[in-house]
């Protein structure tokens, strides 16, 4: 967390409009000198011109794309603590088929 001074602090709040799509009464941000993105300003304008039942439905399809990326993001991490395991699995199946240790999957018995 960052900490500033009284005097760096600068309050940069959403439109209410936004504010209320997200069930929260205010976002603050403080932080020196700050102003939000040209995107997120782009955002905020196009979210607000929308009637409130269309906004609330991007709002929840916002929320939902960015859990899905979240998730991708665990799978990813996942992925890549388990790497070297999925690796010597591999290794040791090949070794295995190569020896003649395997037998054909039959997958009626599955």
Not at 1 to 8: A, F, G, N, P, Q
Not at 58 to 67: G, M
């Amino acid at each position: 967390m960052i900490s500033l001074r009284e005097d760096e602090r600068k309050e940069c709040r959403l439109p209410e409009s936004v504010t209320n799509l997200v069930k929260k009464p205010k976002l603050t941000i403080h932080a020196p000198n700050t102003m939000p993105s040209t995107a997120i300003t782009t955002i905020i304008k196009m979210v607000e011109s929308l009637p409130d039942e269309l906004q609330e439905q991007l709002v929840e399809y916002v929320r939902a794309y960015i859990a899905e990326i979240e998730e991708e993001k665990r799978w990813d991490q996942s992925f890549k603590q388990t790497k070297n395991n999925l690796v010597v699995a591999a290794r040791k199946a090949k070794e295995e088929i190569a020896a003649g240790l395997s037998a054909p999957m039959d997958y009626e018995q599955l």
